[in-house]
């Protein structure tokens, strides 16, 4: 699974369309009452955020060239519809792993 946050300075809301990486199949999900769903786009709020987290919306990955290890980064690319790609390193954290503050 992968954790983030993505913030909108803007003044208009823009939507998430798709993730991409090199190192295996992105996907989005969004948890509602304990139930996973793959979404094909997600809102990111005009002056907000879209928060990716443990049991709510994350990304899934699948299909990896290689298992991800502790202490490596995974790249991926987020795809909107509005504004231009991003490109994120995500670092690698243990499956245990619950950050203090944000993600």
Known sequence: AGFLTVSNSGSSADELT??????????MHETNGGAMEEVSRLTVPAHGQLVFRSGANHLMFDKLKQAPKQGQTVTVELH?????????KMPVKSATYVPKTGH
């Open 18 to 27: 798709s993730v991409t990486s090199d190192d295996g199949e992105v996907t």
């Open 80 to 88: 909107f519809a509005t504004s231009d790609p991003v490109v994120v």
